[in-house]
């Protein structure tokens, strides 16, 4: 089956509308994209939902795409979503978990574009950062672990919209640099 090319609407479930029925709806694509042989990817935003302008979110999210399958072989098999967080795209590649994950740590370490990206190994199994010894990915906001400033809600949301937005004026309008900008903690 050639990869789709254009994006779905992810369907709706009756009332799915929290980010973990989203989340699980998701889940439920990728394990349909997810071929025998094949390491399954979740290419989606890291920035808060609404941060950016449909055109500029789309933007991002080619440009994103487009890097990961650079890094790795063709994928047999690709689907893009409208989701409420942004367009998620799942790519099934030949190629196993560990290789796979080491391209997305490479996009989402490159430049600006992958810091606004998250690209997970989902199939056959997940690979998380710490499985492979290396450390959380930073916040958009300062060089603490994201999850953690999550958690305890450290950044107003204006804070990492500003920072998202910094990030992909870096991107797309900017010098090729990879130094994060400093931002003052709120």
Do not use: N
């Amino acid at each position: 089956m050639p990869p789709s090319r254009d994006p779905v609407p992810l369907p709706s479930w009756g009332s799915a509308h929290t980010l973990l029925a989203w989340r699980d709806l998701l889940d439920a694509e990728c394990r349909k994209v997810h071929r025998a042989g094949c390491t399954t990817i979740a290419v989606s935003p890291r920035s808060p939902a609404g941060a950016f302008t449909p055109s500029q979110a789309w933007r991002l999210h080619h440009a994103a795409v487009g890097r990961l399958r650079s890094l790795l072989v063709p994928s047999r098999e690709r689907r893009t979503y409208r989701t409420p967080l942004g367009p998620v795209t799942v790519l099934a590649v030949p190629v196993e978990a560990h290789r796979a994950k080491s391209g997305c740590l490479r996009l989402e370490e490159r430049d600006a574009v992958g810091e606004l990206t998250d690209a997970d190994v989902v199939l056959p199994v997940q690979l998380r950062r710490w499985e492979l010894g290396l450390p959380p990915r930073p916040c958009l906001v300062c060089d603490a672990p994201a999850k953690r400033c999550i958690a305890l809600r450290r950044h107003s949301r204006q804070s990492v919209v500003v920072a998202a937005h910094l990030r992909f004026a870096r991107a797309f309008d900017g010098p090729p640099d990879t130094a994060r900008p400093s931002l003052p903690m709120p």
